[in-house]
């Protein structure tokens, strides 16, 4: 025989089901949603090579720009920054303080949403809590792509 259960109770399991949901996405802990993450795959040489002709990258042949890439095996988005003509970085967008994701640079700063840590685009840690810089990756770049050593 079903149980009924009342509207409110309903409610109350559905937004229950949302918190979760949003708690998975901004932590990632849980790692009940879409399974392993998707993203960039390595080669086997541990590299990632960004071609600047694809959509998508294209505009980090422009100084001053960034583009969040997700890689297999990396919990956090890695930042790809262009800085001028001949420097492009890679960061961790994971926090070093409890491991947020830091938003993309806006005015030469990387920020953390939690609580406000900020990161020079070199990933210099320049205002706690966080007392670590960004994890940074080798990266190199020619007129045609990017390449990431992971
Ligand atoms: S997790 Fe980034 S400042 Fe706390």
Request: charged residues 30%; positive net charge.
């Amino acid at each position: 025989m079903k149980k009924r259960i009342s509207r409110r109770t309903a409610f109350l399991r559905i937004a229950g089901l949302g918190a979760v949901a949003s708690a998975e996405k901004s932590f990632g802990f849980l790692g009940l949603f879409g399974g392993k993450k998707k993203g960039l795959e390595p080669d086997t040489q541990g590299r990632v090579i960004l071609s600047l002709n694809d959509e998508k990258y294209r505009q980090l042949k422009n100084n001053g720009t960034s583009v969040k890439i997700d890689v297999k095996g990396k919990g956090k988005p890695l930042i790809v920054i262009r800085r001028d003509e001949h420097t492009v970085l890679t960061l961790s967008s994971k926090c070093t303080h409890l491991g947020c994701e830091v938003a993309s640079p806006q005015n030469g700063t990387l920020i953390c949403p939690c609580h406000k840590s900020k990161f020079t685009t070199d990933g210099t840690v320049i205002k706690g809590p966080a007392k670590r810089n960004l994890e940074k990756f080798r990266t190199e770049a020619d007129n045609d792509t990017i390449t990431i050593f992971l």
